[in-house]
């Protein structure tokens, strides 16, 4: 009895191999792609997990372009980050304009839909903001103290005080050290406050970090917001009316608020990726991390593909429902944003050194490092549980030590403390200030 249990197990093994030999012989070649190296993987290199003979169902592959689609029409929609970011240009635009009042310009960033606060009649149409996008994001307000966001916008709308009634008057005076008013610079006149600081670029550099980097970092790119989407974008739950899920969309707005204004947003870096010469790169309207990242591909070459490559690489992942892969892209994102901010604080740093050069043109590098220097506080760090690489108290001290603190501001910035601020930036990256040109 027991040899014909154990002849008839030995007969039931014999036929499991042979039919899964079977099922190989018919199964086309694949590569083993998968990070464990099973054959379960496909082309994407994508893992589903288990052991079994059949491949997994073929995932989407990483397009060349930002364009994706379903049933032949595209799911990409970031019109409300292109709308947001014309406004800001506008309202930059009224800060130079010194017949706009300080109630005109406030109520531009604070845009009430309906109301004529812009040039644009679709912007004065749409129900976007640039107000309630500044330190908005789901970070701040779920991670940092409710107070954050109100001060920061405190600070936008005290640049928006500050030059209606301290730099408008003054607007025909020569400035000089301790007196506001205008200084030439090349073609373009600059207008300072008595102690150096343009306020219109405190105001759009500010901008950079508090409400573009905000978005993209702290709100949209944050596995901690799109962890609530997952569930639906798993099920295969579109927006009502839309042909996108809640997930493929916040991944698109945070695209949106870097390649916006792009004048090809499917392919904004084309002249970058394909080798061309970063001077030629035209960033159009944008005022932002866009316009900036040529910049950056002097020293730092290949930024801009990193951060268009991780926009396309984490759609995809959200795509193949691989969460875990569209952390890392964000991640990327995350690192390649704060290296734009960073570098350009570092550059108008070191530019401003420059005592030979004119008043106006020190002072006008030395007020765009301030408001790239105020961004750094909304920059998130790459692999923490959302830790920032700058707390707003380090970079009120690094504004301390350049405008604050010295006598009269900028006129009194040595060179000494320049330099010193360049390389404590610096010090949070893998690169030196002295890479930085």
């Known amino acids: 009895m027991r040899i014909l249990k154990l002849f008839i197990a030995a007969v039931i093994i014999g036929c499991f191999f042979v039919a899964c030999s079977d099922d190989d012989n018919d199964m086309p070649d694949m590569v083993a792609t998968c990070s464990d190296n099973i054959q379960n993987g496909d082309e994407t290199g994508v893992d589903c997990g288990g052991t079994s003979?059949?491949?997994?169902?073929?995932?989407?592959?990483?397009?060349?372009?930002?364009?994706?689609?379903r049933n032949g029409e595209t799911t990409v929609s970031f019109s409300g980050q292109t709308t947001r970011l014309k406004m800001a240009k506008e309202i930059l635009g009224k800060l130079?304009?010194?017949?706009?009042?300080e109630a005109d310009i406030l109520a531009a960033y604070d845009h009430q839909e309906g109301t004529d606060n812009f040039s644009d009649a679709d912007l004065n149409a749409s129900d976007k903001q640039v107000r309630n996008k500044t330190a908005g994001s789901f970070f701040f307000k779920n991670f940092v103290p409710a107070i954050a966001s109100t001060t920061v916008v405190a600070d936008f709308e005290g640049f928006i005080s500050a030059q209606v009634n301290e730099v408008f008057p003054a607007w025909n005076n020569v400035a000089s050290e301790g007196v506001a008013g205008q200084l030439p610079d090349g073609s373009s006149t600059r207008y300072v406050n008595a102690r150096g600081l343009?306020?219109?670029?405190?105001?759009?550099k500010g901008l950079t970090g508090a409400f573009v980097a905000d978005q993209i970092v702290g709100n949209y790119t944050l596995p901690a917001n799109l962890e609530q989407f997952e569930a639906a974008n798993d099920a295969g739950t579109l927006v009502?009316?839309?042909t996108y899920t809640d997930l493929e969309h916040d991944w698109d707005e945070a695209y949106g608020y870097f390649f916006g204004l792009a004048a090809d947003g499917a392919n904004p870096v084309a002249a970058l990726l394909d080798g061309g010469d970063p001077s030629t790169f035209s960033s159009g309207d944008d005022e932002f991390l866009y316009k900036?990242?040529?910049n950056v591909e002097a020293n730092f070459d290949g930024t801009a593909q990193a951060i268009f490559d991780a926009f396309k690489a984490g759609r995809t992942a959200i795509l193949n429902k691989d969460y875990n892969e569209r952390d890392a892209q964000a991640d990327i994102i995350r690192e390649k944003v704060a290296m734009v901010v960073a570098v350009r604080a570092i550059h108008y740093l070191k530019a401003g050194q420059d005592t030979m050069s004119s008043p106006g043109t020190r002072l006008h590098d030395l007020s765009e490092a301030y408001g790239f220097i105020y961004s750094l506080q909304f920059l998130l760090e790459p692999g923490t549980n959302n830790s920032f690489y700058f707390t707003r108290a380090e970079v009120e001290g690094y504004?301390?030590?350049?405008?604050n603190n010295p006598t009269n501001g900028?006129?009194?910035?040595?060179?000494e403390d320049l330099n010193s601020v360049a390389a404590d930036i610096a010090a949070k990256f893998s690169f030196t200030a002295d890479e930085v040109d």
């Open 53 to 69: 003979c059949a491949p997994c169902t073929t995932g989407v592959e990483i397009p060349d372009t930002y364009v994706f689609e």
């Open 96 to 101: 130079r304009d010194n017949t706009a009042t």
């Open 198 to 204: 343009e306020y219109d670029q405190a105001f759009i």
């Open 240 to 242: 009502d009316g839309k």
């Open 292 to 294: 900036y990242v040529d």
């Open 399 to 403: 504004l301390d030590t350049i405008y």
């Open 410 to 415: 900028f006129w009194g910035a040595t060179v």
